[in-house]
């Protein structure tokens, strides 16, 4: 007689369905393009990066070095060129800058501008970097500069000085030339850009790529941003710049902020490039991917919180100033979520220098730098950080005059002894 272990074919029948449903599972989640926690993403790119903005550190790279076609992701050097002669007050958002018959005839992208009329500067700056007006763009680089070649021999030269060594510019919009040239550029030099365009004009830029729509109503003209499809795919992302030629390809500058909830890590800001994609879709999706990749596998651990307050400089611990010297910032490090957890916060740092700035000016507010700090980690990482004061004084104290008095005794016994020296020589 045959028996029948009935609860053990009871067991392998929900086995069977369980391991079904897993491998359906898998299946799905590789054909949407899911990067699960420790996976770095294969991209359909053809060249792309990933750069914690605070830190510059890369997370990802791929043939970061090639130089391609980037078309409109030009625009950002326009913009930076053209924000920063207004800060320096030599022009203003509100000038009126008459188009030329050369700006009306650019192709692609406009902003239907017409030869002859004036236009406000800030209106150009919007239209070029929310909906990527061409036009717009040109005109903005002639008044800037000059003259278009004048703007462009400065898109150049400002790309060197900012550390873009494989980038060439031929004009303001990034639409290809009559003899087929293109603005060219690699995936390094543009995160070096965008990095640049944060940390310096973050708050202007960010406002208007985080943008949807372009509005003007003097115009009758309603359009979508450029950015529009990953701004909605997630919702913290609030730019960069797209940008296309048959040439380039679809390709997309993304950034975004993540909020951490943890009093111990620090919210993290990524830049994600991607070049020579096959469409739009693509550029899109592949962008996520790399977002999503830093954000699922780093995080910015706090070692020292902003506003912490520090000593004073070795020769000034026996007195007490009338101000303290706080950070102005937290000072992080970013980890992979696997290095955050082995971390000691505790025994990280091996050593701190603190030291009061040479000459400071009073009245002073709260906030101005009165110093900086120094922390050399245990793996001999060095981190710099100004200090600032925690309040405002409006007198000078007086360990400060003493400390001045015996500098200057100091730098003119210097110098006297030098010149006898050299008398003898």
């Known amino acids: 007689m045959i028996f029948y272990d009935y609860t053990h074919t009871k067991e392998m ?16 989640i590789q054909s949407t393009g899911y990067v699960s926690a420790k996976e770095i993403p294969d991209l359909k790119i053809r060249s792309g990066i990933l750069i914690e903005e605070k830190s510059g550190k890369v997370i990802y790279a791929k043939n970061t070095k090639e130089k391609l076609a980037i078309a409109s992701i030009t625009k950002l050097m326009t913009y930076l060129l053209a924000e920063e002669e207004i800060k320096k007050g030599k022009i203003a958002k509100k000038d009126k800058v008459k188009i030329s018959k050369k700006a009306t005839v650019q ?67 990034g639409m290809p030339l009559e003899d087929g040239r293109q603005n060219l550029s690699t995936a390094k030099d543009l995160g070096i850009l965008a990095k640049y365009l944060i940390d ?85 999706y592949e962008s996520k991917k790399l977002l999503d990749y830093g954000n699922e596998n780093y995080i910015k651990k706090i070692i020292v919180h902003k506003g912490t307050a520090l000593e004073n400089e070795k020769g000034l611990n026996i007195f007490k100033l009338p101000f303290k010297m706080i950070l102005p910032e937290n000072i992080t490090l970013l980890k992979s979520k696997e290095e955050a957890r082995k971390m000691d916060i505790k025994t990280l740092i091996k050593e701190k220098k603190v030291t009061v700035k040479e000459k400071i000016k009073f009245p002073m507010e709260k906030g101005d730098k009165v110093g900086s700090v120094t922390f050399v980690l245990k793996d001999n990482t060095v981190i710099k950080s100004d200090l600032v004061s925690d309040k405002k004084v409006e007198k000078m104290p007086m360990i400060l005059r003493i400390k001045y008095f015996f500098k200057s005794v100091s730098d003119a016994f210097s110098k006297g002894i030098g010149k006898v020296v050299k008398g003898f020589l």
């Open 107 to 173: 192709g692609g992208a406009t902003l239907y501008l017409r030869q002859g009329e004036e236009i406000d500067l800030e209106e150009l700056m919007r239209g070029m970097m929310i909906i990527s007006a061409n036009d717009a763009a040109f005109a903005i680089g002639e008044y800037v500069g000059k003259g278009e070649a004048n703007f462009v021999k400065r898109m150049n030269e400002k790309a060197k000085e900012i550390g873009m060594k494989d980038t060439l510019f031929f004009n303001p919009n």
């Open 13 to 28: 029948f929900y086995l069977k369905k369980i391991l079904a449903l897993w491998m359906a599972f898998l299946i799905m």
């Open 200 to 284: 310096h004009h973050g708050k202007e830029l960010l406002k208007l790529t985080d943008t949807e729509y372009y509005k003007n109503e003097d115009r009758n003209f309603r359009k979508e941003s450029t950015n529009h499809t990953l701004l909605r795919l997630i919702p913290e992302v609030d730019g960069l710049k797209t940008g296309y030629t048959e040439d380039a390809g679809y390709c997309l500058i993304a950034t975004m902020e993540k909020k951490s909830l943890n009093k111990e890590e620090d919210n993290l800001r990524w830049i994600s490039v991607v070049l020579g994609t096959a469409s739009k879709k693509d550029r899109t």
